[in-house]
T-cell receptor
Framework: DAGVIQSPRHEVTEMGQEVTLRCKPI?????LFWYRQTMMRGLELLIY????????DSGMPEDRFSAKMPNASFSTLKIQPSEPRDSAVYFC?????????????????FGEGSRLTVL | KQEVTQIPAALSVPEGENLVLNCSFT??????LQWFRQDPGKGLTSLLL?????REQTSGRLNASLDKSSGRSTLYIAASQPGDSATYLC?????????FGAGTTVTVRA
């Protein structure tokens, strides 16, 4: 079974450019998360979708960041315009279920990440 | 806000030694707790998930314990191997959110 698939694996761009990161969750999973990892701040939750609906976007840094989940098998994280401080590894993760509901083990599976460098 | 602390921050041991990695968290009202491994430049790999009703979980050479009331979890790795070298992250789960510690970076010397 394929795991969480992210693209691109590496992205180098110049300040001010638009960046789009893509994620395909594990088939059958209905919860999707975007995380950002930096040396200084560790892993930070950016946004959480359940059944394609954004449930918690309180971690999205500012209006330059936006995320969509048009269907159960695809999500995007967009940064426009990008800034050097956005340089980080962005992870997508998925799981089945919803907290508190029967069948939700809460086990989260991560993709390999997209390493973004903004010059 | 859940605060997660992992001690030690780094550990270097000779091959064959048993490893003990500690994790503490401030909010004991958690749903589950998950341990991950991260290799350099890679994503997080799930190692063990402990349900809140369990006190421990085992997988091969790995054993993780959970004491919710004291806000602690411990990951034991028996008979360490060079392939166990990685960063290990603890993540207590409250509702849908995982809160991550900074991790313990393990080096196993051959």
């Amino acid at each position: 079974d394929a795991g969480v698939i992210q693209s691109p694996r590496h992205e180098v761009t110049e300040m001010g450019q638009e960046v789009t990161l893509r994620c395909k969750p594990i088939s059958g999973h209905n919860s999707l998360f975007w995380y950002r990892q930096t040396m200084m701040r560790g892993l930070e939750l950016l946004i959480y979708f359940n059944n394609n609906v954004p449930i918690d976007d309180s971690g999205m840094p500012e209006d330059r960041f936006s995320a969509k989940m048009p269907n159960a098998s695809f999500s995007t994280l967009k940064i426009q315009p990008s800034e050097p401080r956005d340089s980080a590894v962005y992870f997508c993760a998925s799981k089945f279920g919803q907290a508190g509901r029967h069948g939700d083990t809460g086990e989260l599976f991560f993709g390999e990440g997209s390493r973004l460098t903004v010059l | 806000k859940q605060e997660v602390t992992q001690i030690p921050a780094a550990l270097s041991v000779p091959e064959g030694e048993n490893l003990v990695l500690n994790c503490s968290f401030t909010d004991s009202a958690i749903y589950n707790l998950q341990w991950f491994r991260q290799d350099p430049g890679k994503g997080l790999t799930s190692l063990l998930l402990i349900q809140s009703s369990q006190r421990e979980q085992t997988s091969g050479r790995l054993n993780a314990s959970l004491d919710k009331s004291s806000g602690r979890s411990t990951l034991y790795i028996a008979a360490s191997q060079p392939g166990d070298s990685a960063t290990y992250l603890c993540a207590p789960i409250s509702d849908y959110k995982l809160s991550f510690g900074a991790g313990t970076t393990v080096t196993v010397r051959a």
